[in-house]
């Protein structure tokens, strides 16, 4: 497999062949679907909806194969716990861009999610996936007691709200994102097409995480900066527990 350098902005990054990237971007979504799906039975017995499963397996994969593999890869070339010169895409920006660049896209987010996604995913999934079992929808009743929910909820706040999006952004923005750069802009396409469809647990929402994705990711590559990922990532996935909290304590 090629593994050049090339110079960007008066920083080197290594270069992976675009099968190696391929596979280093699909391997964990697929280690996470096969693990949900063989803790759906674990879940189901203690009476937990399928979320929990899908949560225990984001834990149980994400966190050992992602961050494991960037921790080992900086252990091997910095002799300690280290991600220099693994994950790119540090630089700072002034706080003003922060202050611009944010805003639009958490409300770009906001309107993919709530306006474009649900007809698109619909039509997607009513299409080519109404076959799949009740179960692998990660939707949760408000029937389930307020412990369970509560408790499903806090490790959504948590894993998926917080640990789970850094990860990823460290993955796959200051990880892979890098090593395609002698594409430019083809290889942003590819690492945000790749990051979408990495989401095989959710398969009818390929096309509209891309659409969300790649304007953001553009950004990131041209400012060389993953923090902007971070963060609009957390608050975007962190702002769904904080809304079903609100749901959860109103209950009776």
């Known amino acids: 497999m090629v593994n050049n350098n090339i110079s960007i ?11 190696k990237s391929i596979i280093l971007h699909l391997t964990p979504g697929i280690l996470i679907t096969i693990a949900y799906i063989m803790f759906i ?15 225990i397996a984001g834990i149980c994969v994400l966190i050992p194969v992602e961050l494991g593999f960037l921790l080992f890869l900086g252990m091997k070339k910095n002799k300690k716990i ?7 895409y540090r630089e700072s920006i002034p706080l003003k ?12 987010a906001l309107f993919i999610t ?28 408000l029937e389930y007691s307020k412990t369970i929910l509560l408790t499903i909820n806090i ?14 952004e460290l993955f796959f923005r200051g990880y892979l994102l890098p090593r395609l750069s002698q594409l430019k802009i083809w290889g942003v396409f590819i690492n945000v097409a790749l990051n979408s469809l990495y989401h095989l647990w959710m398969p009818w929402r390929i096309p509209t995480l891309i659409l969300m994705g790649f304007p953001l990711a553009i950004v990131i590559w041209w400012k060389r900066n993953l923090y902007l990922g971070m963060i609009i990532h ?12 609100i749901q ?3 209950i009776p």
Not at 41 to 55: D, Q, T, V
Not at 99 to 107: D, K, N, Q
Not at 156 to 167: E, H, K, M, T, Y
């Open 9 to 19: 902005k008066g920083s080197k990054y290594p270069q992976d062949s675009l099968i």
């Open 155 to 168: 490790l959504s706040l948590v894993f998926n709200g917080f640990i789970g999006p850094i990860i990823e």
């Open 82 to 88: 280290s991600l220099i010169g693994i994950v790119f």
């Open 248 to 250: 959860i304590f109103s």
């Open 41 to 55: 039975p674990i879940s189901n017995s203690i009476g937990f909806p399928s979320r929990f499963a899908f949560l």
């Open 114 to 141: 709530m306006v474009v996604a649900p007809p698109i995913d619909n039509f997607i999934f009513n299409t080519l996936f109404s076959w799949l079992p009740d179960w692998f929808i990660l939707s949760i009743s």
């Open 97 to 108: 861009q922060y202050v611009i660049i944010l805003p639009l896209f958490l409300f770009y």
């Open 234 to 245: 957390v608050i975007g996935n962190a702002l769904g527990p904080i809304l079903m909290f």
